[in-house]
Structure formats: C-alpha cells, structure tokens
C-alpha cells in the first residue's frame, strides 16, 4: 500500500517535470523579445509550435505505443522524451536564429507529446487504474505547469537566455525519479501495460468520440476563462493589478484541489455520475464568474476552476477503458489533440471580446460545460465481455486506495 503511494507520487512528479516545459515557453516570451528583439507574431510562432504541435502529435505518438505494448516495448520513449523536452529548451540558450530558435522549441513540445500516451499508459499499470491514483498523476502535471514561472523567471532574470540551459535540470531530476519505476515495474513481471482484461474487451468508438467532444468543450471553457479572466477582474475589482494575480492563483489552486477531489469522488459515487454533476456545477459557477459583481466574483472562480478539473483525470481513464485495445492512441487524444481545441478558438473569443465586451464574453461560455453536461448523459460505464455474457464494470472495480 505505502509503496504504491510513493510509486505514484514519484510518477506524478516525473509528469511534473515535463509539463513544466510547457508552462516555460510563456515565460520565455518577454525575454525574447527584449533579447532577441523578435516580434509579437514571431513569438506567437514559438507558442504555436510548443503547444499546438505538440498536441496535435500526441495521438501520432499514442499509435506507436499501442504498437509497441508488446513486451513493453515503448517503455524507453518515457525516458527519452522527458530528456528531449529538457534539451529543447535549454538549446534556446545556445542557438541565436529565429529558425533555430523555432525548431528546438518544436523539439521540446515533440518531447512533451511523446511522453504522454506512454506515460499515461505507464500510469495506469502502477495505479491499477485507480481513480485516486490517476488523479495523482494528473495533478503532478498540473503543479508542473504552474511552477514554471517560479522556477523559471529568477533563472532568466539572473542568467538572461544564456541561462536557459540549466532549466534542463529538472528534466533530468524527472529521468532519476522515474526510471527506478521502469525498472522495477519491469523487474516485478508487470502485466502488459494495456491492462489484463484487453483480450476480453472491445474498443467503443462511438463513446470515446461522445468523450473527446465533452473534452473540447471543458478545454474551450477552461481556456476561454483564463484567457481573460485577469483582464475582466481587473475591471471588476479595485487594486485592479492585484485582483488579478489573486484572481489567476485561485484558479490554479483551485484546478490543483478539483484534480484529486475527482479522483475521490469517482471512488465514492463512480466516474460518470461525478463527471455529470461536475459539469453542471462548472456551467452555474461560470454564470457567477461572468455575472455577480464585486470580490465575490472570487468564490465563483474558485467554483468553476474546481469544477472543470474534477474530471480531468477521469477522462484518462474512461478514454483508456473505451478502447482497452488501443490506450496509446486513447491517451494521446484525450490529453493532447482534443484538450488544445481551446486554444484554436480563443482568437474568435477575442473578437467577441473586441465588439462587445469580457463579461459577454465570459458569459458565451456558460452553455459549453452544460452541452457536456448533455452528452455526458449519453455515456454509460465501459462494459467487459467474457464468453457467456456482457458484465459492467463498476465504478470501483480497479479502484486502489
């Protein structure tokens, strides 16, 4: 039991350690543009291909590792992507072309997209796939991407780009965390990393496409909400610089607690039903967001953050149960392709934004989470099929506490 919990723990660190990567390309903009004197679509060009590439490749790299499940096969790219999300970056400090500059970026986002379907993958089979532990794993990703400004600003601030290279240590401190679980897990004669029942069951399409729509739709709320969420309660709240650093910390805290509350609640009332009622409370607490004036805008904050990320973790884990057969590419959509939509339509928020105003705004994203509300309806638990009969497994069935 206790060394599950710190199997999981180190796992969830390791996670950590790559989507920092992607909270520091942000970071790295300014500096940029005060050092290399690029400009704003130059820049725009260096997040296009840390986040949107690597989201659009993870599903070509969730194909490999279900092809590679075999004998666990693809267990080296964990390892490999992590250092190659590190190297990336730390090669902005030594390469001076835009060009250069632009490719090793890609080349830290290829590491972030190739690490996660096998990582997932890797994260199911030391869980067991449980909701807790799984929620665990998901949240280490999400501290990850928050502490990239702490960990990165006073190293470019101190050391300007030239610095940039020692921010490939925590990559390597994510290698040293992770790779005595690979070893031991392959030691120990661990099932195969798609889990034990694949044989028995079939890929449900239909429902894992049902659940990737649910997933776009939270990603363009979430999104849409941080985008502009600082700027809104500027404008809403006095010590308007102020209320906005609070503003976002509450809801970066508040998506850190919503993580491995999912989990819990998962265990206790089953994924779908925790999955619903999610949604609907994230549509209510966004009408709050958008409408109810002054500090108690706040509290709705918190709500709503809290809200969209209970079922973050779950998504992996029914993604994996609807195609048992193919986890990879499973984990590859539901982490990657389907959760960047949001950043494709904040454009077209920012034009409603430009001619009307950020509380309409705020406000088109309320039916989002409702619509999910809907199709989350529509999807029942992942059914197991044996010789003689079609058995559903419930919420709890692979729960590790």
Same mark, same amino acid.
């Given at each position: 039991?206790?060394?599950?919990?710190?199997?999981?723990?180190?796992?969830?660190?390791?996670?950590?350690?790559?989507?920092?990567?992607?909270?520091?390309?942000?970071?790295?903009?300014?500096?940029?543009?005060?050092?290399?004197?690029?400009?704003?679509?130059?820049?725009?060009?260096?997040?296009?291909?840390?986040?949107?590439?690597?989201?659009?490749?993870?599903?070509?790299?969730?194909?490999?590792?279900?092809?590679?499940?075999?004998?666990?096969?693809?267990?080296?790219?964990?390892?490999?992507?992590?250092?190659?999300?590190?190297?990336?970056?730390?090669?902005?400090?030594?390469?001076?072309?835009?060009?250069?500059?632009?490719?090793?970026?890609?080349?830290?986002?290829?590491?972030?997209?190739?690490?996660?379907?096998?990582?997932?993958?890797?994260?199911?089979?030391?869980?067991?796939?449980?909701?807790?532990?799984?929620?665990?794993?998901?949240?280490?990703?999400?501290?990850?991407?928050?502490? +990239?400004?702490?960990? $990165?600003?006073? /190293? =470019?601030? #101190? *050391? &300007?780009?030239?610095?940039?290279? !020692?921010?490939?240590?925590? %990559?390597?401190?994510?290698?040293?965390?992770?790779?005595?679980?690979?070893?031991?897990?392959?030691?120990?004669?661990?099932?195969?990393?798609?889990?034990?029942?694949?044989?028995?069951?079939?890929?449900?399409?239909?429902?894992?496409?049902?659940?990737?729509?649910?997933?776009?739709?939270?990603?363009?709320?979430?999104?849409?909400?941080?985008?502009?969420?600082?700027?809104?309660?500027?404008?809403?709240?006095?010590?308007?610089?102020? +209320?906005?650093?609070? $503003?976002?910390? /509450? =809801?970066? #805290? *508040? &998506?850190?607690?919503?993580?491995? !509350?999912?989990?819990?609640? %998962?265990?206790?009332?089953?994924?779908?039903?925790?999955?619903?009622?999610?949604?609907?409370?994230?549509?209510?607490?966004?009408?709050?967001?958008?409408?109810?004036?002054?500090?108690?805008?706040?509290?709705?904050?918190?709500?709503?953050?809290?809200?969209?990320?209970?079922?973050?973790?779950?998504?992996?884990?029914?993604?994996?149960?609807?195609?048992?057969?193919?986890?990879?590419?499973?984990?590859?959509?539901?982490?990657?392709? +389907?959760?960047?939509?949001?950043?494709?339509?904040?454009? #077209?928020? &920012?034009?409603?934004?430009?001619?009307?105003?950020?509380?309409?705004?705020?406000?088109?994203?309320?039916?989002?989470?409702?619509?999910?509300?809907?199709?989350?309806?529509?999807?029942?638990?992942?059914?197991?099929?044996?010789?003689?009969?079609?058995?559903?497994?419930?919420?709890?069935?692979?729960?590790?506490?």
């Amino acid at each position: 039991m206790a060394e599950n919990r710190v199997r999981t723990v180190l796992l969830a660190a390791g996670h950590g350690s790559v989507d920092l990567y992607q909270g520091i390309v942000p970071v790295l903009v300014p500096f940029l543009v005060v050092h290399r004197h690029y400009d704003y679509l130059q820049v725009s060009g260096f997040v296009l291909a840390a986040s949107v590439l690597s989201s659009v490749v993870q599903p070509v790299f969730g194909l490999l590792a279900d092809r590679r499940a075999a004998r666990g096969a693809g267990r080296w790219l964990i390892p490999a992507s992590m250092l190659t999300t590190g190297l990336g970056v730390a090669l902005i400090g030594v390469v001076d072309s835009y060009p250069a500059t632009l490719l090793v970026i890609a080349l830290s986002g290829v590491g972030v997209a190739a690490y996660h379907p096998e990582a997932a993958r890797f994260a199911r089979s030391v869980t067991g796939g449980g909701h807790v532990g799984m929620s665990w794993f998901s949240l280490g990703g999400n501290v990850g991407f928050a502490l +990239a400004p702490v960990i $990165a600003t006073p /190293v =470019l601030i #101190a *050391g &300007g780009l030239g610095a940039a290279p !020692l921010l490939a240590l925590p %990559a390597v401190i994510g290698v040293a965390l992770t790779l005595p679980l690979l070893r031991g897990h392959h030691r120990a004669g661990s099932r195969p990393m798609a889990g034990a029942d694949v044989g028995n069951r079939t890929d449900d399409w239909p429902a894992f496409r049902t659940l990737s729509a649910i997933i776009v739709l939270r990603s363009v709320a979430y999104v849409g909400m941080s985008t502009f969420l600082g700027l809104f309660v500027q404008q809403r709240i006095p010590h308007g610089v102020a +209320a906005s650093g609070l $503003a976002l910390f /509450v =809801l970066y #805290a *508040g &998506g850190a607690v919503g993580t491995v !509350l999912g989990g819990r609640c %998962a265990v206790r009332w089953g994924r779908l039903r925790t999955l619903r009622v999610a949604y609907l409370a994230s549509s209510i607490a966004l009408a709050g967001v958008a409408f109810v004036p002054g500090p108690a805008v706040l509290v709705f904050v918190a709500a709503a953050s809290l809200a969209l990320y209970v079922p973050f973790s779950l998504h992996i884990t029914l993604g994996q149960d609807y195609l048992p057969s193919r986890m990879g590419t499973a984990s590859g959509v539901t982490l990657g392709l +389907a959760a960047s939509v949001g950043g494709a339509f904040t454009p #077209a928020l &920012g034009l409603i934004a430009q001619a009307s105003s950020l509380q309409i705004t705020l406000g088109c994203l309320i039916p989002l989470p409702a619509v999910a509300w809907l199709l989350a309806r529509r999807l029942r638990e992942p059914a197991m099929k044996n010789s003689s009969q079609h058995l559903t497994i419930t919420p709890s069935a692979s729960t590790v506490k």
